[in-house]
């Protein structure tokens, strides 16, 4: 079970940090990735992070800007958010791939299984 947290209004230029803590065994031991959904579109890739925490991969309207990161002493991934655009408003989920160990095709909603329930990030012009 995956839930996210730490949505909100923040006027453009600003951050925000969002977090996914996880229940369950070997977390650790699975790829996490961040998606986001915005009102009449369709939801898109914006990270994710390998088991470890070793590597990372982003979308390339997000790089530069956010940073994804884990603790899985907490179970737990974040995304660090700055430099924050009005296009960045949306649902983000967090969600957990299918696979154990995989990393396979990762920008791909249908590649996870285990989604959390979202949260809300507005961002004001």
């Known amino acids: 079970q995956l839930q996210a947290s730490g949505g909100g209004l923040v006027q453009a230029g600003g951050s925000l940090s969002l977090s996914c803590a996880a229940s369950g065994r070997a977390f650790n031991a699975y790829v996490v990735g961040w998606f986001r959904q915005a009102p009449g579109k369709e939801r898109e890739f914006v990270a994710a992070i390998n088991g470890p925490g070793t590597i990372t991969y982003y979308a390339d309207s997000v790089k530069g800007r956010f940073t994804i990161s884990r603790d899985n002493a907490k179970n737990t991934v974040y995304l660090q958010m700055n430099s924050l655009k009005p296009e960045d408003t949306a649902v983000y989920y967090c969600?957990?791939?299918?696979?154990?160990?995989?990393?396979?095709?990762?920008?791909?909603?249908?590649?996870?299984?285990?989604w959390g329930q979202g949260t809300l990030v507005t961002v004001s012009s």
């Open positions: 969600a957990r791939h299918s696979v154990l160990g995989s990393n396979y095709y990762y920008s791909r909603a249908d590649s996870y299984n285990y």
